[in-house]
């Protein structure tokens, strides 16, 4: 990919994470568990780095969380996010060689595992709080539910951008 145009799509990219972030925070938790998000932006995460690679998976991840930090408006979203974000990036880089590309998923709920584990001890390090860690189990669970399910968002994204990058526009029927 020529660097304008890999440039561009990472730009396209951060723009797509960040307002699927954006529109995520509208959206009222789907448990009664604080911290627990569906993690949609994180399809475009794995994604960038399925397609792009690790680096610049990771200037995405980075981009969305500062400029999400200015729609937040506040230092604890911004550590909250890197902790997890940066555990979850640093897991699913070091998983995403060992898994094929029909197991995205797999390679999702342990970044999902790793985000909600950055997040829990990033808590627990502010609030110096360690029965915060009691979140811990309904934490994992989630992860797991909500990694499935963004790891096969991502799966059938890259697909879908492979067909497109291979100039294949065929229809199934």
């Known amino acids: ?13 951060t723009a797509l ?38 680096r610049e ?3 995405i991840l980075l981009a969305r969380i500062l400029l999400g930090a200015l729609f937040a408006g ?6 909250f ?3 997890g974000g940066v555990l979850s990036w640093l897991v699913m ?17 342990f970044g999902a595992i790793g985000h ?5 001890l990033a808590a627990v390090a502010v609030t110096r709080t360690p029965s915060l860690l009691w979140y811990g189990p309904a934490l994992l669970a989630a992860a797991i539910i909500t990694g499935t399910f963004t790891g096969l968002g991502a799966t ?3 697909r879908a951008l492979r067909v497109y990058a291979d100039g294949k526009t065929e229809r199934r029927e």
């Open 57 to 59: 998976a990771g200037c």
């Open 74 to 79: 506040s230092f604890s979203a911004v550590l």
């Open 1 to 13: 990919m020529r660097r304008t145009k890999k440039l561009v799509f990472m730009a396209l990219l």
């Open 116 to 120: 909600n584990a950055g997040q829990l």
């Open 93 to 109: 880089g070091a998983l995403l060689g060992l898994f094929p590309e029909k197991l995205l998923w797999v390679v999702s709920v």
């Open 81 to 83: 996010s890197l902790a």
């Open 17 to 54: 994470e960040l307002v699927i972030w954006v529109i995520e925070g509208q959206i009222p938790a789907p448990v009664p568990v604080p911290g627990v998000k569906l993690g949609l932006a994180s399809v475009i995460t794995l994604t960038a780095m399925a397609v792009l690679g690790r």
């Open 156 to 158: 059938y994204l890259v």
